[in-house]
């Protein structure tokens, strides 16, 4: 697969790059906008073919843009059937952020929609706003460089990462929840004033009783109770389309520095990312720059993004760069070699099962942003319990479902502090549109931690974050982990002007 030469890289002209890698990338031009495509493709997982869906762009699947290039895309709709896209870390105004009816309707087959917008800088993504899409792998890198990225040595890699099944998602959530998912709506927002039971997962359920099941804030406290670190076992984990059995390889150069994207798209599956035994530096999470954190191991949940360097020693070779499910053995990941270095086999199962992912919320800790929000005082706080138990299989927000939620409200302008208390035994990567917080409280100590938009809650966890409020409109607030999404884990950021 090809990546961007790094000498290369530097001696050509921004304007001049024409090279793509995995996933491929396209370089924009200034006026003319992207044409983009909601489409199905094959893939060959482990020796099987699977169709999936995909977001075609110029050179394959996804999108780059140069610093200050707009977000000008034209999306048109290549499926039999109705979708939205949502570009998961940009802030579009309201109208072209991608959520079914809010307000705009799905984009109908064959039906081309235009966006419009000034792009953020960093690693982004997009991705179907319709749960079970995203589950079929209907998402695509968005990476957006910074006028750094066109002149610093070093040479970009992506890693876009997906839990996968051969079965359909409907059967995927109707095995997750029990037989208690198939046949109600997906909770995504399709209506956009839905009556009191449309959302619901079971029907003539009293959600506001849902606090009191076990599973819920009587478990604060009980250390004996386990963690439920994955509620699927998924047929195959995917790091640029591939396994293991037949690993990306993306040729580097000896002594070279790599920047190196790592995207979560999985849709249930949280990862740690290993380097192997080349030192690396955690400089950016969620597309936002953060003072640089030494390791080899860093978590990602669903949704969120992470950028790690990475210095290469002298000697050709290969590095392995590897993904590991939370508190399983199984692997995926992708090869950085050198030219002609011996690409060796290597095992989708590790020697032994992941830790989980930031319990004592340790990683996030050492997060701290480069340009924080401005100091200034809240204006308003608003608590949000999250909530839900295995079985029944239902996740609320405040003891309630999309469609009975109550918005979170605020006036533009505001300084507003959420605060995520996490009183379930699952973690919750809890994504805002349409703005970006900084965390500033962990299990109650204060903390000028990063900039993000998707902040992962451990279970029987407190997360603090601050923002400032803005465009009015309704903007999605919701739980990353798609059958959480999916049985009604949402709701409403309202501005008023």
Not at 2 to 26: E, W, Y
Not at 235 to 242: H, K, M, P, S
Request: proline content about 6%; hydrophobic content about 40%.
């Amino acid at each position: 697969m090809n990546t961007f030469s790094r000498r290369g890289f530097l001696a050509a002209s921004a304007s001049a790059i024409a090279a793509v890698q995995m996933p491929h990338s396209a370089i924009a031009q200034s006026l003319v906008p992207f044409k983009l495509s909601a489409t199905t493709r094959t893939l060959d997982i482990d020796g099987q073919a699977a169709t999936v869906l995909g977001l075609a762009g110029p050179g394959g699947q996804g999108l780059t843009l140069n610093p200050g290039q707009r977000f000008r895309v034209d999306l048109t709709n290549t499926l039999g059937v109705g979708t939205i896209i949502h570009w998961h870390g940009q802030i579009p105004p309201n109208v072209q952020d991608g959520v079914p009816h809010m307000p705009m309707p799905l984009l109908a087959p064959g039906e081309t929609r235009s966006y419009d917008f000034d792009a953020r800088p960093g690693t982004h993504w997009m991705h179907s706003h319709v749960p079970t899409q995203e589950m079929q792998l209907l998402a695509a890198p968005l990476i957006v460089r910074s006028p750094e990225d066109l002149t610093i040595d070093r040479q970009e890699v992506v890693m876009f990462l997906h839990d996968f099944s051969f079965k359909t998602p409907e059967e995927v959530l109707a095995e997750i929840s029990r037989g208690h998912a198939g046949g109600h709506d997906t909770g995504h927002g399709v209506d956009a004033n839905p009556s009191p039971t449309q959302g619901m997962p079971m029907q003539g359920m009293d959600h506001h009783a849902i606090v009191n099941m076990p599973g819920m804030g009587g478990m604060m406290g009980m250390g004996d109770m386990a963690m439920d670190l994955n509620d699927y076992n998924w047929d195959a984990y995917l790091a640029n389309d591939r396994t293991l059995s037949d690993p990306d390889v993306v040729q580097v150069e000896r002594n070279g520095r790599i920047r190196l994207r790592v995207i979560n798209a999985s849709a249930a599956t949280v990862f740690w990312i290993e380097t192997g035994a080349e030192q690396a530096r955690l400089v950016a999470v969620d597309g936002h720059a953060i003072q640089p954190v030494s390791g080899t191991r860093f978590g990602l949940a669903m949704g969120q993004r992470l950028d790690v360097e990475i210095d290469l020693p002298a000697g050709g070779g290969m590095w392995p760069i590897l993904a590991q499910r939370e508190g399983a053995r199984e692997r995926t990941g992708l090869i950085l070699a050198t030219q002609g270095a011996e690409i060796r086999q290597l095992d989708s199962v590790a020697e032994s099962d992941a830790p989980a992912f930031d319990t004592d919320l340790v990683q996030e800790s050492h997060l701290i942003a480069l340009d924080a929000l401005p100091d200034r005082a809240v204006d308003r706080t608003h608590m949000l319990m999250l909530g839900g138990a295995m079985q029944p299989y239902v996740w609320t927000i405040n003891g309630t479902v999309w469609g009975q939620h109550r918005p979170v409200t605020a006036r533009t302008g505001d300084r507003v502090m959420l605060s995520f208390h996490n009183m379930s035994m699952m973690g919750h990567p809890m994504h805002l549109h349409g703005h970006v917080f900084q965390v500033i409280g962990l299990n109650g100590r204060a903390h000028t931690g990063a900039l993000r938009d998707t902040v992962y809650v451990p279970p029987m966890s407190m997360i603090d974050v601050a923002l400032d409020a803005g465009e009015a409109a309704r903007w999605m607030l919701h739980c990353h982990h798609m059958p959480h999404l999916a049985t009604g884990m949402m709701t409403e950021f309202t501005v008023s002007a």
